[in-house]
């Protein structure tokens, strides 16, 4: 009670709703304007997230955002299930969201716990485990909802935490960001229609082509493939500008009673936890104090964006000659601006700020770059800076092996081309800029020893939803046979079995589909769709029913293994949307491809 004296006699006062309207506006600001617009609370019970949910509801009563529509709100409880009281403590918060007249939605999560565990907090990895559980439960849950904002109550005392945390850990100026008013939803990479994996272009349903055919292919391969939506979940946080002192406040001088969680207060559970314990020690000097971590934190920010900024140019200096989706490659020609001219007059350690700096940039336009064909959700930091140090010196013009970062093969097509350019368009761009080199960018080969892709398809198993092989590519694939399937990577010994499938035209295609459109070792990082390695199936049966990505299937006429298939969702603007430049590019629907697989006898 003494804390709760403090805040009522003034050392921290209520926030008003025309701050949070502010503040909410400032944080989230929905691109579309529908007649209602639906906002997820995520709450947990706490004060933090109390206040939220009764801020958000003053909101919707006093209709102060009635510009962006009609606001209906619902609120998340996750029961983690991890201490016995748990379920009581989400049933007496929903029962608290229920007095604010928010609907809300208990979301139970489910531990795998071993016997000789009797509760997930005794878990090592709880933390972490607990908040991927969490946010994947959240984001479903508003995906299922049709909700695509989803608030959070990170205030201001958390980003002074983490920004200790990271500290702690060494980081520098990129790392000490902390947490943004507006970002994807965490820890949902692979859940298709949460994780927004790439700017939304394009509106595509695929609808599957069925061949009785022993052999099915065309001259050439699909003019591409539709591109994902890139729909998914957004987190914003308005309270990042107020303490918690604040928060505590409004809930105490509103009547809003709210729930503490115990484990929060051992500080040998988590690096967080300590960090809190320190800040609130009073023993830290005025330059680690919360107010100056949190200006820390936007300064930083802002020295980022100016950073990214000049990676954006860099981005949009590119050449791009050709992106074929259908095997996840591009062709370009980086921009002479990549490689840092001396500045005369400057002294030593000037000249190392400006190598320094002038990394981060190259790196963070990298980081832009690989994505389009790119297998992981975030590059890794080490691999774009040491290919950064690369480009920053000059170095990749007179590379004749090239180089890899964050997932992405770069290597000269003047030297490793196994064909020509594939347009008129590219034929210009190579002879608009002779001095600057075209470089070939797809995905880099597996590595022996690390988990190979794979997607496992059970007989009789009709899939509902899209799911991501290998960063790249949404399938969803339909299995009625009685065998179970796997969606897998392209292998070399897959080769003569495939060409084997048809008649000599056939194989003539098939040569000609693979040369023009997947050469060299790109060909063997493309999504097959086979019978598992477990299945037995007779010597004469193709083990592989199909190349997705390129339109070909195999099989014989019996029961039906279908399939849709998209590319991921990336940021086509720095192609500038040309059919010559894009061939994957398409504004109207596409056909996908399909097969009859083999009677399963």
């Given at each position: 009670m003494q804390t709760c004296s403090k805040v009522l006699l003034g050392a921290a006062i209520p926030i008003t709703v025309p701050e949070f309207s502010a503040a909410l506006r400032n944080a989230w600001a929905p691109k579309h304007k529908p007649p209602v617009h639906h906002l997820g609370l995520a709450v947990s019970g706490g004060v933090d997230s109390m206040a939220l949910a009764y801020l958000c509801r003053q909101i919707q009563l006093q209709e102060e955002l009635k510009e962006n529509g009609k606001l209906e709100l619902h609120a998340f409880v996750v029961d983690h299930k991890a201490r016995r009281e748990s379920t009581t403590e989400a049933m007496l918060v929903s029962q608290r969201l229920e007095e604010l007249r928010i609907p809300s939605t208990i979301l139970t999560l489910k531990w795998n716990v071993p016997l000789q565990w009797t509760e997930p907090l005794e878990r090592s990895s709880f933390e972490s485990e607990a908040r991927r559980f969490r946010y994947m439960a959240l984001g479903r849950a508003c995906r299922d909802r049709n909700i695509d904002s989803l608030l959070v109550a990170h205030h201001a005392d958390d980003q002074a935490e983490t920004i200790l945390a990271r500290l702690a850990a060494g980081h520098r100026m990129i790392g000490l960001q902390g947490m943004r008013l507006t970002s994807g939803i965490p820890e949902c990479w692979g859940i298709h229609g949460v994780h927004r994996n790439g700017l939304c272009e394009t509106s595509t349903h695929v609808d599957p082509v069925v061949s009785e055919d022993v052999y099915h292919t065309t001259n050439t391969a699909p003019e591409g493939l539709p591109f994902d939506r890139g729909d998914g979940i957004t987190i914003h946080r308005p309270f990042l500008s107020f303490s918690k002192d604040r928060l505590k406040s409004t809930c105490l001088s509103a009547g809003v009673g709210w729930v503490e969680d115990k484990t929060n207060q051992d500080v040998t559970r988590t690096t967080r936890n300590a960090a809190r314990k320190l800040l609130y020690s009073a023993r830290l000097p005025s330059a680690l104090c919360t107010e100056s971590l949190r200006?820390?934190?936007?300064?930083?920010?802002?020295?980022?964006?100016?950073?990214?900024?000049?990676?954006?140019?860099?981005?949009?200096?590119?050449?791009?000659?050709?992106?074929?989706?259908r095997v996840g490659l591009a062709k370009l020609q980086l921009p002479q601006?990549?490689?840092?001219?001396?500045?005369?007059?400057?002294?030593?350690?000037?000249?190392?700020?400006?190598?320094?700096?002038?990394?981060?940039?190259?790196?963070?336009?990298?980081?832009?770059?690989?994505?389009?064909?790119?297998?992981?959700?975030?590059?890794?930091?080490?691999?774009?800076?040491?290919?950064?140090?690369?480009?920053?010196?000059?170095?990749?013009?007179?590379?004749?092996?090239?180089?890899?970062?964050?997932g992405v093969r770069f290597q000269r097509s003047d030297l490793h081309a196994p064909t020509a350019p594939s347009s008129a368009k590219e034929h210009e761009l190579e002879n608009h800029c002779p001095e600057s080199h075209v470089w070939t960018l797809t995905r880099e080969p597996y590595h022996s020893g690390t988990p190979l892709p794979t997607l496992l398809v059970p007989p009789g198993y009709t899939e509902r939803e899209f799911r991501l092989w290998d960063g790249r590519f949404w399938l969803q694939v339909s299995n009625m046979t009685d065998r179970q399937l796997c969606v897998r990577h392209f292998r070399r010994s897959d080769m003569k079995p495939c060409l084997n499938a048809g008649a000599k035209e056939a194989r003539r295609e098939l040569r000609e589909v693979l040369r023009k459109h997947a050469p060299g070792d790109v060909r063997w990082t493309l999504p097959v769709i086979a019978y598992d390695d477990t299945v037995e199936v007779p010597e004469e049966v193709p083990r592989v029913l199909g190349l997705p990505s390129l339109g070909i299937a195999f099989g014989v006429s019996g029961e039906p293994v279908t399939w849709q298939i998209r590319y991921k969702a990336v940021d086509l603007r720095p192609l500038g949307r040309s059919p010559e430049m894009v061939q994957g590019y398409r504004d109207s629907p596409m056909v996908g491809a399909g097969c009859l697989g083999p009677t399963a006898s």
């Open positions: 200006k820390l934190a936007v300064n930083a920010r802002a020295y980022v964006k100016d950073l990214e900024l000049v990676a954006e140019h860099f981005l949009h200096s590119c050449r791009f000659l050709t992106f074929d989706n601006c990549i490689a840092l001219i001396a500045v005369p007059g400057l002294s030593a350690e000037e000249a190392k700020r400006l190598e320094e700096r002038h990394q981060c940039i190259v790196a963070l336009f990298l980081q832009r770059l690989v994505q389009f064909v790119s297998p992981y959700e975030t590059a890794q930091s080490k691999s774009l800076q040491i290919a950064a140090k690369v480009l920053s010196n000059g170095r990749h013009q007179s590379s004749s092996t090239g180089f890899t970062a964050g």
